[in-house]
């Protein structure tokens, strides 16, 4: 049996009847739908064994009691309707697979048995097959809940070859999961036939993301609204019916081409159009330049083709108007006042800029702001403050002025609109139509017209001016206003603006009854050669849907949906012929910045010699500065930097948030990842790490399941670092749920998933240090070093850990991170740099050589008593023979970065993989101090940090050195900064996504190159230390890092 959702859709369903139940017994419950589903389970966890299994009236006792149902009689009663509920749901939402029907109908009078890994009885599994007429099929019933074994651990075979008196080789079994139908039972020397559909593989994948969406509150998938359908009247469930055949029998986006997404997308507006102008009782509907002529064709396809089945359409009329046209006559007043409908949209201006807003004689302005103090060109901060802008609005000759100047151009437009019927002056309903995004032309036209304007839009973002009382908005794709938590995005509408533009250039004022317009020549060819023959195609693909949209029962509101998904895809995978037209493109951008953008670029520089941080940073800088960033990556020279990329880069590329998950190199196809961690603790950066690299997982499109070794005192901290991330979260290690990836994170959880899960799935360590070194060397840290050596793909942070397990294990491993947050982290021009050491003293972690830091720390205070030394990270106040600052524990990360602007070096030793630490002073401009060791020598660059022989000497006269050598300090501190810049989180964990991705998809991180060094200075030798021994150490150490 096959269903129409997803598996635990049925449950939410539940928990949904559940609410409503406790209503009646608990009116001032609050739990919503998701908390109930969440506490149920949290109950099947309480009750289920090592193998997840639970029986179903065991774990509703549980449920219904951490929702709060005092124990009464009425449980019985709500346990029943909501059991009854449960399996009434699955009744409904299963269906039978014919080919299953066809199979056992094949079979003649063999005894056939069912065998299920289900949540429900075997006497409720019955029910449901009954329903579906299978019941005279089977003989027998066999279900892991009554006996708590499962076909995946084995026993419920064995169990079964028991129950039914035969020999393992008498049956053949069959299902769909590989691992529980065919290669359990292939291994307990049962015949098996692993029968796969992909169709139903896929289908699966997408009821599950359905279901994600529809848990986080995001109601954009079409599929809810249709199984809703299936929860009422048989009248609606009919609809439900005819909905699902309309879908299955056209499927809007199957033509993948831009032309056919963008007939789906605009033939829906177009709809959308209709429908609201009709609802709005508008005699004509005006479409607004640029993109309404294109909009006006689309309708009048539709009207021709009788999209709404309707007796009679509105008119359809040009209406030629721009912001920079329409905004001055708008104005009610010529005072600050009034000039925030514009400043809240434009915060910096320049008088040059507010003169062609308003479309002011630029020279006469200029004069006014001379004698005002304010040059003409200033980028002004909030120009509604500044004392000069407030006194030239206190100017009464350029108040005066400037009404005139207003006067003149609401005549102008009045006498336009009178001419092209608008009839301003009329009290009467008005319906407009613009692409988007606030609406302030109709804003404009509002505060100028009489009686009613509504306007339709194909997205509208938040408004942040006044908005007029007598006009009304409407967006089809998107409305924030009445959606204010809508998480439809697309970065940038631009995809969908530029290719619905049209020819004529920019309406830039009025006169004589006529719209007066400026044009781009190179602009205007490219419209005929490019843009309106791609028009005219997207027409023709919209009059070939003419027929499915007439005869759907889908609205405009439900072909929102579909139009949704079509953007997604037209806007994350843009063809090369709509890529090139865009980036010839310039855009007309003189309303409120007074200045034409160019949409082309000069050349991208040498990001293909680029690898690792640097590389992820150049080409996040390089598409952030893009409109559309994807036309750069598939259509202009992106395509061709990555076709020539090696794996390394690959898998440094960014992976940017919005729309696309992972713009170019490696795509998530919905894998299931389980991460293994251990019990969480607050304040653990490691921790933060693991959470870190899970929501990275989960935003890159997969579906990741976080197993905590068990709940601890501290399992809120996981709820609150994951929260806003469908993950779901496990008080415990098990392997009941068969992954495709199974991620380690600490030394033990290794060997862990090695046992638990078979070699279809794949294995991955999350490595952040080390760990054999934590321990002496003793059985803990064997089994340290045996963690690397289980056979799994390591996803490393830091460098040099890949060196390790690729030149001591021959391990597959890919390194990235050791990342900080340039937000926190950065020089600050208001904090003095003062002759002051950081120094991260943790007396409780060796690795950080607590007490050669405190020898080294002596001797420089003796050299130079003015040096203030600064301790933090520890409670524990340092036994230091000198005076000190001692700060403990630092929870403000912002007082952090101001000690680090403060001081000129910092101490921070690493004796196994490096702390991020050091590269966060870095980004703040303070030079860091570290050992000259092997695990310090991949992840440090030449010239920034200064790495020591490993004396409390050499530390202490490294550190003398950078203070009393000020220029070679102040060169390491701009190398440091420029090397930190590019060292992100973001950085970190793309790199390790993109790894396992990667991996996932077929490849090998043994593919990759061995890790180089990237610190080649020589060691830094204090005099009493420089002898033959220790150069001799020195120099073994670079040559582990594989230097000659």
Same mark, same amino acid.
């Given at each position: 049996?096959?269903?129409?959702?997803?598996?635990?859709?049925?449950?939410?369903?539940?928990?949904?009847?559940?609410?409503?139940?406790?209503?009646?017994?608990?009116?001032?419950?609050?739990?919503?739908?998701?908390?109930?589903?969440?506490?149920?389970?949290?109950?099947?966890?309480?009750?289920?064994?090592?193998?997840?299994?639970?029986?179903?009236?065991?774990?509703?006792?549980?449920?219904?009691?951490?929702?709060?149902?005092?124990?009464?009689?009425?449980?019985?009663?709500?346990?029943?309707?909501?059991?009854?509920?449960?399996?009434?749901?699955?009744?409904?939402?299963?269906?039978?697979?014919?080919?299953?029907?066809?199979?056992?109908?094949?079979?003649?009078?063999?005894?056939?048995?069912?065998?299920?890994?289900?949540?429900?009885?075997?006497?409720?599994?019955?029910?449901?097959?009954?329903?579906?007429?299978?019941?005279?099929?089977?003989?027998?019933?066999?279900?892991?809940?009554?006996?708590?074994?499962?076909?995946?651990?084995?026993?419920?075979?064995?169990?079964?070859?028991?129950?039914?008196?035969?020999?393992?080789?008498?049956?053949?079994?069959?299902?769909?999961?590989?691992?529980?139908?065919?290669?359990?039972?292939?291994?307990?020397?049962?015949?098996?036939?692993?029968?796969?559909?992909?169709?139903?593989?896929?289908?699966?994948?997408?009821?599950?993301?359905?279901?994600?969406?529809?848990?986080?509150?995001?109601?954009?998938?079409?599929?809810?609204?249709?199984?809703?359908?299936?929860?009422?009247?048989?009248?609606?469930?009919?609809?439900?019916?005819?909905?699902?055949?309309?879908?299955?029998?056209?499927?809007?986006?199957?033509?993948?081409?831009?032309?056919?997404?963008?007939?789906?997308?605009?033939?829906?507006?177009?709809?959308?159009?209709?429908?609201?102008?009709?609802?709005?009782?508008?005699?004509?509907?005006?479409?607004?330049?640029?993109?309404?002529?294109?909009?006006?064709?689309?309708?009048?396809?539709?009207?021709?083709?009788?999209?709404?089945?309707?007796?009679?359409?509105?008119?359809?009329?040009?209406?030629?108007?721009?912001?920079?046209?329409?905004?001055?006559?708008?104005?009610?007043?010529?005072?600050?006042?009034?000039?925030?409908?514009?400043?809240?949209?434009?915060?910096?201006?320049?008088?040059?800029?507010?003169?062609?807003?308003?479309?002011?004689?630029?020279?006469?302005?200029?004069?006014?702001?001379?004698?005002?103090?304010?040059?003409?060109?200033?980028?002004?901060?909030?120009?509604?403050?500044?004392?000069?802008?407030?006194?030239?609005?206190?100017?009464?000759?350029?108040?005066?002025?400037?009404?005139?100047?207003?006067?003149?151009?609401? $005549?102008?437009?009045?006498? !336009?609109?009178?001419?092209?019927?608008?009839?301003?002056? %009329? @009290? &009467?309903?008005? =319906?407009?139509? *613009?692409?988007?995004?606030?609406?302030?032309?109709?804003?404009?036209?509002?505060?100028?017209?009489?009686?009613?304007?509504?306007? $339709?839009?194909?997205?509208? !973002?938040?408004?942040?001016?006044?908005?007029?009382?007598? %006009? @009304? &908005?409407?967006? =089809?794709?998107? *409305?924030?206003?009445?959606?204010?938590?809508?998480?439809?995005?697309?970065?940038?509408?631009?995809?969908?603006?530029?290719?619905?533009?049209?020819?004529?250039?920019?309406?830039?004022?009025?006169?004589?009854?006529?719209?007066?317009?400026?044009?781009?020549?190179?602009?205007?060819?490219?419209?005929?050669?490019?843009?309106?023959?791609?028009?005219?195609?997207?027409?023709?693909?919209?009059?070939?849907?003419?027929?499915?949209?007439?005869?759907?029962?889908?609205?405009?509101?439900?072909?929102?949906?579909?139009?949704?998904?079509?953007?997604?895809?037209?806007?994350?995978?843009?063809?090369?012929?709509?890529?090139?037209?865009?980036?010839?493109?310039?855009?007309?951008?003189?309303?409120?910045?007074?200045?034409?953008?160019?949409?082309?670029?000069?050349?991208?520089?040498?990001?293909?010699?680029?690898?690792?941080?640097?590389?992820?940073?150049?080409?996040?800088?390089?598409?952030?500065?893009?409109?559309?960033?994807?036309?750069?990556?598939?259509?202009?020279?992106?395509?061709?930097?990555?076709?020539?990329?090696?794996?390394?880069?690959?898998?440094?590329?960014?992976?940017?948030?919005?729309?696309?998950?992972?713009?170019?190199?490696?795509?998530?196809?919905?894998?299931?990842?389980?991460?293994?961690?251990?019990?969480?603790?607050?304040?653990?950066?490691?921790?933060?790490?693991?959470?870190?690299?899970?929501?990275?997982?989960?935003?890159?499109?997969?579906?990741?399941?976080?197993?905590?070794?068990?709940?601890?005192?501290?399992?809120?901290?996981?709820?609150?670092?994951?929260?806003?991330?469908?993950?779901?979260?496990?008080?415990?290690?098990?392997?009941?749920?068969?992954?495709?990836?199974?991620?380690?994170?600490?030394?033990?959880?290794?060997?862990?998933?090695?046992?638990?899960?078979?070699?279809?799935?794949?294995?991955?360590?999350?490595?952040?240090?080390?760990?054999?070194?934590?321990?002496?060397?003793?059985?803990?840290?064997?089994?340290?070093?045996?963690?690397?050596?289980?056979?799994?793909?390591?996803?490393?942070?830091?460098?040099?850990?890949?060196?390790?397990?690729?030149?001591?294990?021959?391990?597959?491993?890919?390194?990235?991170?050791?990342?900080?947050?340039?937000?926190?982290?950065?020089?600050?021009?208001?904090?003095?740099?003062?002759?002051?050491?950081?120094?991260?003293?943790?007396?409780?972690?060796?690795?950080?050589?607590?007490?050669?830091?405190?020898?080294?720390?002596?001797?420089?205070?003796?050299?130079?008593?003015?040096?203030?030394?600064?301790?933090?990270?520890?409670?524990?106040?340092?036994?230091?023979?000198?005076?000190?600052?001692?700060?403990?524990?630092?929870?403000?990360?912002?007082?952090?970065?101001?000690?680090?602007?403060?001081?000129?070096?910092?101490?921070?030793?690493?004796?196994?993989?490096?702390?991020?630490?050091?590269?966060?002073?870095?980004?703040?401009?303070?030079?860091?101090?570290?050992?000259?060791?092997?695990?310090?020598?991949?992840?440090?660059?030449?010239?920034?940090?200064?790495?020591?022989?490993?004396?409390?000497?050499?530390?202490?006269?490294?550190?003398?050195?950078?203070?009393?050598?000020?220029?070679?300090?102040?060169?390491?501190?701009?190398?440091?900064?420029?090397?930190?810049?590019?060292?992100?989180?973001?950085?970190?964990?793309?790199?390790?996504?993109?790894?396992?991705?990667?991996?996932?998809?077929?490849?090998?991180?043994?593919?990759?190159?061995?890790?180089?060094?990237?610190?080649?200075?020589?060691?830094?030798?204090?005099?009493?230390?420089?002898?033959?021994?220790?150069?001799?150490?020195?120099?073994?150490?670079?040559?582990?890092?594989?230097?000659?």
């Amino acid at each position: 049996m096959r269903r129409v959702c997803d598996p635990d859709m049925v449950k939410f369903h539940a928990a949904a009847v559940l609410q409503n139940v406790m209503r009646q017994y608990a009116p001032s419950h609050e739990l919503s739908v998701a908390d109930l589903y969440r506490l149920r389970q949290l109950a099947e966890y309480r009750v289920a064994d090592e193998h997840y299994e639970y029986r179903h009236e065991t774990m509703m006792w549980d449920w219904i009691a951490l929702a709060g149902v005092p124990a009464t009689e009425k449980v019985d009663a709500i346990i029943r309707e909501v059991a009854e509920a449960e399996l009434a749901r699955e009744m409904e939402v299963t269906w039978v697979d014919p080919t299953a029907i066809a199979l056992l109908e094949s079979l003649g009078d063999k005894r056939i048995v069912a065998i299920s890994d289900f949540y429900l009885s075997g006497r409720q599994l019955s029910k449901i097959l009954d329903h579906h007429g299978l019941d005279r099929y089977f003989q027998g019933v066999y279900v892991s809940s009554d006996l708590l074994k499962t076909k995946r651990a084995g026993d419920l075979l064995d169990h079964v070859c028991e129950a039914e008196g035969c020999d393992v080789g008498d049956w053949l079994h069959i299902g769909d999961n590989r691992h529980a139908d065919y290669e359990v039972p292939i291994g307990r020397g049962v015949d098996a036939y692993h029968f796969v559909d992909d169709l139903e593989m896929q289908r699966k994948i997408c009821f599950q993301r359905e279901f994600e969406a529809v848990l986080s509150g995001d109601g954009s998938s079409f599929e809810p609204q249709i199984l809703k359908l299936r929860d009422v009247e048989e009248e609606e469930r009919a609809l439900a019916a005819q909905l699902r055949q309309e879908l299955s029998a056209f499927d809007p986006l199957s033509d993948i081409s831009s032309v056919g997404l963008l007939a789906s997308i605009f033939a829906g507006f177009g709809r959308f159009i209709l429908e609201r102008a009709q609802e709005a009782g508008a005699d004509t509907i005006y479409f607004a330049t640029r993109e309404g002529l294109f909009f006006k064709e689309v309708c009048e396809l539709l009207a021709h083709g009788d999209i709404l089945r309707s007796d009679s359409y509105p008119a359809f009329r040009m209406l030629e108007v721009s912001r920079r046209a329409t905004f001055a006559a708008s104005l009610r007043s010529a005072s600050i006042q009034e000039m925030m409908r514009l400043w809240s949209l434009y915060s910096i201006q320049s008088m040059q800029a507010f003169a062609r807003t308003l479309n002011l004689d630029e020279d006469r302005m200029s004069d006014f702001c001379t004698a005002a103090g304010i040059s003409f060109e200033e980028k002004i901060v909030y120009p509604w403050k500044n004392e000069r802008v407030i006194a030239l609005f206190a100017d009464g000759v350029f108040v005066d002025w400037l009404k005139a100047a207003i006067a003149q151009q609401r $005549a102008a437009l009045w006498e !336009y609109l009178q001419g092209i019927g608008f009839d301003p002056g %009329a @009290a &009467k309903n008005r =319906f407009m139509v *613009d692409i988007g995004w606030r609406g302030s032309i109709q804003d404009n036209l509002a505060f100028i017209v009489n009686g009613r304007l509504d306007g $339709a839009y194909m997205a509208l !973002y938040r408004y942040l001016a006044e908005q007029p009382a007598n %006009a @009304a &908005k409407h967006g =089809f794709l998107l *409305d924030l206003n009445k959606t204010p938590d809508d998480q439809f995005h697309v970065g940038d509408f631009a995809a969908l603006e530029f290719i619905s533009n049209g020819p004529g250039g920019s309406v830039t004022g009025y006169a004589g009854g006529r719209a007066q317009r400026q044009t781009i020549a190179s602009e205007e060819a490219l419209m005929e050669q490019r843009i309106l023959p791609m028009q005219a195609r997207i027409l023709s693909a919209i009059k070939d849907l003419l027929p499915v949209l007439r005869g759907t029962s889908l609205s405009a509101g439900s072909w929102r949906e579909v139009a949704r998904r079509a953007v997604r895809r037209y806007t994350e995978r843009p063809d090369e012929e709509i890529s090139s037209i865009f980036l010839e493109l310039e855009h007309n951008e003189t309303f409120g910045v007074g200045e034409i953008q160019d949409m082309r670029s000069d050349d991208d520089g040498e990001l293909e010699s680029l690898a690792g941080a640097a590389f992820n940073s150049a080409v996040r800088n390089e598409l952030d500065q893009r409109r559309w960033y994807q036309t750069w990556l598939y259509g202009g020279p992106g395509r061709k930097l990555l076709s020539n990329l090696s794996v390394d880069q690959k898998l440094s590329a960014p992976r940017l948030q919005g729309i696309v998950k992972a713009p170019a190199l490696i795509r998530s196809l919905g894998y299931r990842v389980s991460i293994f961690a251990p019990e969480p603790i607050r304040g653990s950066g490691g921790h933060r790490t693991i959470y870190n690299f899970a929501k990275a997982l989960d935003v890159a499109g997969f579906n990741v399941d976080l197993f905590s070794e068990r709940r601890g005192s501290q399992y809120a901290y996981i709820e609150q670092e994951l929260a806003g991330h469908p993950i779901r979260m496990h008080e415990q290690w098990f392997s009941g749920i068969i992954p495709e990836a199974a991620v380690a994170t600490v030394n033990y959880s290794s060997s862990y998933i090695s046992k638990s899960f078979s070699d279809r799935v794949k294995k991955f360590y999350f490595v952040q240090d080390f760990e054999a070194a934590f321990n002496p060397v003793s059985d803990g840290y064997i089994r340290g070093e045996n963690s690397f050596a289980e056979g799994h793909s390591h996803l490393c942070v830091g460098r040099w850990l890949p060196h390790v397990l690729r030149t001591q294990f021959g391990s597959g491993a890919m390194g990235s991170g050791l990342g900080i947050d340039p937000r926190i982290y950065r020089p600050l021009d208001d904090v003095e740099r003062t002759d002051r050491i950081a120094v991260l003293f943790q007396p409780e972690k060796w690795r950080r050589l607590p007490e050669h830091c405190l020898e080294a720390l002596t001797i420089v205070k003796a050299r130079r008593p003015q040096t203030e030394i600064v301790f933090y990270g520890s409670a524990e106040r340092p036994a230091a023979p000198f005076q000190n600052v001692h700060l403990g524990l630092v929870d403000d990360l912002a007082q952090l970065n101001r000690l680090y602007n403060s001081a000129r070096i910092g101490l921070c030793i690493s004796l196994t993989n490096p702390s991020r630490i050091p590269y966060e002073m870095m980004a703040a401009g303070c030079v860091p101090v570290d050992v000259y060791r092997y695990n310090n020598l991949f992840d440090y660059d030449s010239g920034t940090s200064l790495l020591a022989y490993q004396s409390a000497a050499s530390l202490a006269a490294a550190m003398l050195h950078l203070l009393d050598d000020r220029n070679e300090c102040d060169a390491r501190r701009r190398s440091c900064i420029a090397t930190a810049k590019g060292r992100t989180l973001a950085w970190e964990m793309d790199g390790a996504v993109n790894a396992l991705e990667y991996v996932l998809n077929g490849g090998s991180l043994g593919d990759l190159a061995v890790p180089e060094p990237s610190y080649t200075d020589p060691p830094f030798i204090a005099g009493p230390d420089d002898r033959p021994a220790v150069r001799a150490w020195c120099a073994a150490q670079a040559r582990m890092a594989g230097m000659d």
